[in-house]
């Protein structure tokens, strides 16, 4: 059973409990990415197994009629395998969700996953026409040349700051570095990306930016944000934009939870502030 500590930031141990819950963040206007708990396996059996979830994931959204999407880590479906396996499974479950009408998130892990990742992306962003979305990291020194690649491609692209303990050779490390460079991309998401942009961040100065850019470009954008962070935010956001919430589930809680508040001083202070209602 999870703790209600972590119950916080997790939506039950099934796909049935995580369903739930997305029906009752519809009900609030706000739609669910759903994100299955697992990642970095050395075996194939359990990435299969996860990739096969994925698919019932797919069903159980269109039978119930969910304003939902589901979002893929590279690890948890095959990648510490091997580029094949990764890209096996990801194909597999994009052409079940592409019969079903379903948006595929891409998450993006450390920096050495990056270009196998785009590569995957892009060829089933033209395959799909744009029913796959990818995320990139505001702290890696490169993403301002990986958004140039995704920016004439369909399909979605969501910025985040990263939390990942990238090296210094590759990435920014001092807020301030991360909090310009978020802006920038942000800039140049809103001046040359027609496909769509999400605004991955829990931080109200970004999301205020992300206003003021679409007041002056038009360009429309969706706010996504994560299970159990700024709850209230969420739903005053969704009486004005796209709002959607990332909210992982299953067993391998524990990982999640702790890797979240262990890998940045922000997570720490926000799952504080969760638990004490401020």
């Not at 194939?44 to 893929?72: F, H, K, M, N, Q």
């Not at 690649?149 to 570095?177: D, I, Q, T, W």
């Not at 962070?229 to 990332?246: G, I, K, S, T």
């Not at 990982?255 to 502030?273: D, Q, T």
Request: aromatic share 10%.
């Amino acid at each position: 059973m999870i703790p209600p500590i972590a119950n916080n930031f997790v939506a039950g141990e099934s796909p049935e409990a995580a369903l739930d819950h997305v029906e009752r963040l519809n009900a609030q206007g706000i739609k669910g990415i759903l994100n299955l708990l697992g990642e970095h396996y050395d075996e194939r059996p359990p990435a299969d197994a996860d990739a096969d979830e994925y698919l019932t994931l797919i069903d159980g959204i269109v039978e119930r009629d969910l304003d939902a999407c589901v979002s893929v880590k590279p690890s948890q479906i095959g990648l510490d395998l091997g580029d094949e396996v990764f890209v096996e499974n990801l194909d597999r479950i994009v052409a079940h969700a592409a019969e079903k009408d379903v948006f595929v998130w891409v998450d993006m892990e450390d920096y050495t996953t990056t270009d196998v990742t785009l590569d995957a992306v892009e060829r089933l962003k033209k395959e799909t026409d744009g029913l796959v979305g990818v995320c990139v990291q505001a702290n890696l020194k490169r993403t301002k040349a990986d958004l140039e690649r995704l920016a004439p491609l369909p399909g979605k692209v969501r910025l985040v700051k990263g939390a990942y303990n990238e090296p210094k050779s590759v990435s920014y490390k001092k807020k301030e570095e991360v909090d310009a460079a978020y802006k920038q991309l942000l800039e140049f998401m809103f001046q040359e990306f027609e496909g769509g942009i999400a605004v991955g961040s829990h931080d109200p100065a970004m999301i205020s930016y992300a206003k003021e850019l679409h007041d002056e470009y038009g360009t429309p954008f969706e706010v996504q944000m994560l299970m159990g962070v700024r709850e209230d935010a969420q739903v005053d956001l969704a009486d004005e934009y796209e709002m959607w919430q990332y909210l992982p589930y299953g067993d391998k809680w524990f990982s999640y939870f702790y890797r979240r508040v262990r890998e940045r001083k922000e997570n720490a202070l926000f799952a504080l502030r969760a638990v004490i209602g401020v």
